[in-house]
């Protein structure tokens, strides 16, 4: 059974830290491009980073550069994202993807029907 499962979202203070985590099992972790979404009450969702494990390279959205950092851990099947200097406009519920085929450059523009979805862990920031 495919699954992509967060966690280490939570309620932190504006300028705080927190790590989320996406467990990844039921398909190879190798060949996949993996991502980060987010969805605000009321906003459309938005792909906010993604990591290649064919290339290794990495893709932020502009609003997060130089404050979130996406890794994977191939020996555990994990991805990170580090978000750091968090802004209460960084609240959203973050969902974790994988396709197999799509580049990061795609599979961030969320138009394109990705392989597999997470059901989301909550990330609160206040003020």
């Known amino acids: 059974e495919v699954q992509l499962v967060e966690s280490g979202g939570g309620l932190v203070q504006s300028g705080g830290s927190l790590r989320v985590s996406c467990a990844v099992s039921g398909f190879t972790f190798d060949g996949y491009a993996f991502g980060w979404f987010r969805q605000a009450p009321g906003k459309e969702r938005e792909g906010v980073s993604c990591?290649?494990?064919?290339?290794?390279?990495?893709h932020y959205v502009d609003s997060v550069k130089g404050r979130f950092t996406i890794s994977r851990d191939n020996a555990n099947s994990t991805v990170y994202l580090e978000m750091s200097g968090l802004e209460t406009e960084d609240t959203a519920v973050y969902y974790c993807v994988a396709d197999q085929v799509l580049p990061c450059t795609v599979v961030l523009r969320g138009v394109a029907e990705l392989d597999y979805w997470g059901q989301g862990t909550q990330v609160t920031v206040s003020s």
């Open positions: 990591i290649s494990t064919r290339d290794g390279s990495t």
